[in-house]
């Protein structure tokens, strides 16, 4: 063969296989069509009854948080004694946000805590609802209703509806809307929303049922519900976003969350300004005391007496004494600071945060880091605090925190005291010394350098304070938020997410076409049985002496019993091929065997040998099967004496001859099973049997044991001129190829051939019905080698 004809073989056998696939997916058609069916079916009830899910989302823009300029802080900033600046971070103000506090809030302003559902006219679907419901239900405050209980509405009217409530209560009753319904678990009023406009249909559901929410339940639901992301590399805008049923209840509670978070963070904001102005307030309510008593001591000292001019000794008395009251000044407020912060530190709950040294003109770096410390744990505590349990981990290991700054704190005050106290002594013995000398001045110079020195001190701090409580009035009343809404969360804005349509569509057709597909390839690629003549071509040069097809009739005899069948034709086909290989007149004898049990050897050599004896051809059908003879019972002949009893001496060769009723056949039964079957086919007389039945008959079809079972039809291919190997379509294993070739290659069997039996080739294959080498049916097959 040349390599243009071999290419073109190959190219054909691969066109063939890519036919055969193809022919295989089309014969399917109905399993297609069932599952692509069933799968747009199943897609079609997911759009209709399934209930609709959107997504929807708002945006904040987040600031960053400074100390408020009338803040004590920022009192003391400006005078340059400190600077203290609080910022938040993203992380802290998203899990504020998706905090239990905020989403009960949240919820404390909306009417979410009575859910309504639809029901569909069949039952099957369910729409959730909000004020697009009919009715609202107006519960009793004073009574505690059931939770997550579900009531049923029907509505029978524009004045009348139903109500049920089911399992053990079983209530049916019919009420007018307004009317007050009571039960052990209910208390409640149903009003038509929209009276006036409302329009009673009776041919839509009109079926409703209602539950009552846990408020508990409903904050950790919506919280959970929340998902935020952060949309610009600063981290500055969130983006708030919600998964549910109905687009205007998810909008109505994200604006509400932005709304209550921005609100609760102006509140937050305010309190700052407003423990300012406290803390002014209650520093003039002192001083003001003081102020006015100085002021009287001073009018009183005027009208008594004439203002006079200090002397020069009285002037620089009164200057010396001055600067040392205002050095002492400073450890008198650290005295009285350090008293305070003791104080505030023995408290079991410290919630608030401790007044920073520098308000107060302390300038003690130590003391000052500590107490930012402190504040700044105390803080991040209370934060924590508004999204997690007091037991959490986070809170506990800040919590430890705490009490170690504590614990410094309290050894720090013990020291700073005694060094305090040290610094007042030497304060209190400078000023006794100046006192002795101011006490030699006439009796009016001193109390007018005492009365004037108070009331300057005391002027000179109020209206400091005044000064800086009228800032922080206009500060508190000018606050705004520091975070704002970006984006509002809009309904109609709501995106839907299930169910996708068209996917869902294009997913049942990719399904009910893929997965007969997968199927059928699966079950192609693992399939081990024989299913046409390409696989044997493909695992076997033997070749094909002919095809069988499918036993339509009832008969083991079935070219006998219906000569004009299409298998009577394909034994005619067989016999024909034959000839080409008995060609000689002395090759007479034939074999047929097969792998196992069940592939019709004993059926094809009943045929064959009828239908040879239908050409006015003497027959001789041997039973070799001497382990699980058959053939007798197919003739319905006696077994008691047979090839067995022959080739043991027990019979003659006449004896074992018997006549059959298809003219010119006749059969050698196998004969009673033997112990050593064999030994037997092994010996001289089976060779004698052999070769007196040559002499008598023109063809001699031999029926033998399974080859792959046992050895006795090797022993019998040496007397034959043709051996015949039986594989039935779709029930041969492919791996008996592997034993059929090693037989070859080994020699053990010579001049063999394969007859494929039940053949069925289904009308799609496209080829040619005609018989095989002018009588074949289906393929057209090789001739025998």
């Known amino acids: 063969m040349n390599p243009e004809s071999q290419h073109n073989n190959i190219y054909q056998e691969e066109s063939i296989d890519i036919k055969k696939y193809l022919f295989k997916f089309l014969a399917n058609w109905y399993w297609f069509a069932i599952a692509l069916s069933v799968a747009l079916a199943i897609a079609y009830m997911v759009n209709r009854y399934s209930e609709p899910t959107y997504t929807i989302s708002s945006s904040l823009i987040i600031s960053d948080k400074q100390s408020d300029a009338a803040s004590v802080e920022a009192i003391v900033e400006q005078l340059g004694r400190s600077r203290v600046r609080r910022k938040a971070t993203v992380v802290n103000e998203i899990s504020i946000l998706k905090s239990y506090k905020m989403a009960h809030l949240a919820l404390e302003e909306l009417d979410f805590g009575i859910s309504y559902v639809g029901v569909g006219k069949r039952?099957?679907?369910?729409?959730?609802?909000?004020?697009?419901?009919?009715?609202?239900?107006?519960?009793?405050?004073?009574?505690?209703?059931k939770n997550n209980y579900p009531v049923n509405i029907k509505i029978l009217s524009n004045k009348e509806y139903l109500l049920e409530i089911n399992d053990q209560f079983d209530i049916h009753k019919k009420l007018k809307f307004g009317q007050v319904f009571s039960s052990e678990i209910f208390k409640f009023k149903v009003k038509l929303r929209n009276p006036e406009t409302f329009d009673f249909m009776k041919g839509n559901s009109n079926k409703y049922f209602f539950k009552f929410q846990n408020s508990n339940s409903l904050a950790n639901l919506y919280r959970n519900k929340l998902n935020i992301d952060v949309n610009d590399e600063k981290g500055s805008?969130?983006?708030?976003?919600?998964?549910?049923?109905?687009?205007?209840?998810?909008?109505?509670?994200?604006?509400?969350?932005?709304?209550?978070?921005?609100?609760?963070?102006?509140?937050?904001?305010?309190?700052?300004?407003?423990?300012?102005?406290?803390?002014?307030?209650?520093?003039?309510?002192?001083?003001?005391k003081d102020l006015n008593a100085a002021e009287i001591r001073l009018q009183d000292f005027r009208t008594q007496n004439k203002v006079i001019n200090l002397s020069q000794k009285g002037t620089m008395l009164y200057n010396e004494l001055t600067s040392i009251q205002n050095d002492r000044f400073n450890y008198d407020v650290?005295?009285?600071?350090?008293?305070?912060?003791?104080?505030?530190?023995?408290?079991?709950e410290q919630n608030t945060n401790i007044v920073a040294p520098s308000v107060l003109g302390i300038t003690d770096p130590s003391l000052q880091k500590l107490i930012e410390s402190y504040n700044s744990r105390l803080s991040e505590k209370n934060k924590f605090s508004q999204v997690a349990q007091e037991d959490a981990p986070n809170i506990i290991v800040i919590q430890n925190e705490i009490n170690k700054l504590k614990k410094t704190l309290a050894d720090f005050i013990v020291s700073a005291k005694k060094t305090n106290q040290i610094a007042l002594q030497a304060f209190t013995q400078k000023q006794d010394l100046i006192n002795q000398q101011i006490y030699q001045l006439p009796a009016n110079e001193r109390q007018q350098i005492n009365i004037e020195r108070e009331y300057k001190l005391n002027n000179e701090l109020y209206t400091f304070l005044l000064e800086k409580r009228a800032e922080a009035g206009i500060t508190k009343a000018s606050n705004v938020a520091d975070n704002k809404v970006l984006d509002i969360a809009r309904p109609e804005n709501a995106a839907q997410l299930t169910p996708k349509r068209s996917q869902n569509y294009m997913m049942a057709l990719v399904l009910g076409l893929g997965i007969p597909g997968a199927i059928i390839l699966a079950l192609g690629f693992l399939n081990t049985k024989i299913e046409d003549k390409k696989d044997i071509e493909r695992s076997t040069h033997i070749p094909i002496i002919g095809t069988i097809g499918h036993n339509e009739t009832l008969s083991e005899i079935a070219v006998y019993m219906d000569p004009k069948s299409s298998i009577a034709e394909s034994f005619r086909a067989l016999r024909t091929n034959l000839q080409y290989i008995l060609r000689e007149k002395d090759q007479k004898i034939v074999m047929i065997t097969s792998t196992v049990s069940g592939e019709g050897k004993t059926f094809a050599a009943v045929n064959l040998a009828s239908i040879l004896a239908m050409s006015n051809k003497k027959v001789l059908l041997v039973g070799l099967d001497l382990r699980k003879p058959s053939l007798h019972k197919v003739f319905d002949f006696p077994n008691e004496i047979g090839i067995s009893t022959f080739l043991s001496n027990q019979s003659t060769y006449e004896s074992i001859i018997q006549e059959t009723s298809i003219e010119n056949l006749y059969l050698a039964p196998s004969g009673p099973i033997p112990p050593n079957p064999a030994e037997l086919i092994e010996t001289k007389q089976m060779q004698?049997?052999?070769?007196?039945?040559?002499?008598?008959?023109?063809?001699?079809?031999?029926?033998?044991?399974?080859?792959?079972?046992?050895?006795d039809a090797l022993l019998v291919s040496q007397y034959a001129h043709a051996n015949i190997f039986?594989?039935?379509?779709?029930?041969?294993?492919?791996?008996?190829?592997?034993?059929?070739?090693?037989?070859?290659?080994?020699?053990?069997?010579?001049?063999?051939?394969?007859?494929?039996?039940?053949?069925?080739?289904?009308?799609?294959?496209?080829?040619?019905?005609?018989?095989?080498?002018?009588?074949?049916?289906?393929?057209?097959?090789?001739?025998?080698?």
């Open 237 to 288: 805008i969130l983006n708030l976003k919600m998964n549910g049923f109905v687009p205007e209840k998810m909008a109505a509670y994200l604006n509400k969350l932005s709304d209550v978070y921005i609100r609760s963070a102006l509140i937050e904001k305010n309190e700052r300004a407003e423990n300012t102005l406290n803390f002014i307030d209650d520093q003039l309510n002192i001083i003001v």
């Open 688 to 711: 004698d049997f052999l070769n007196t039945a040559s002499k008598k008959f023109d063809y001699i079809i031999i029926d033998t044991p399974p080859l792959a079972l046992v050895t």
């Open 726 to 785: 039986m594989i039935r379509q779709r029930y041969s294993n492919k791996q008996v190829f592997e034993l059929i070739n090693k037989l070859e290659q080994d020699q053990k069997i010579s001049k063999m051939n394969i007859l494929v039996n039940d053949l069925k080739i289904p009308k799609y294959y496209g080829y040619n019905y005609g018989y095989n080498y002018g009588y074949g049916y289906g393929y057209e097959f090789k001739k025998g080698k």
């Open 123 to 145: 039952e099957i679907a369910e729409s959730k609802l909000y004020h697009n419901c009919p009715f609202i239900v107006i519960p009793d405050t004073s009574f505690t209703q």
């Open 334 to 348: 650290k005295a009285k600071y350090l008293n305070y912060l003791e104080s505030s530190l023995q408290k079991s």
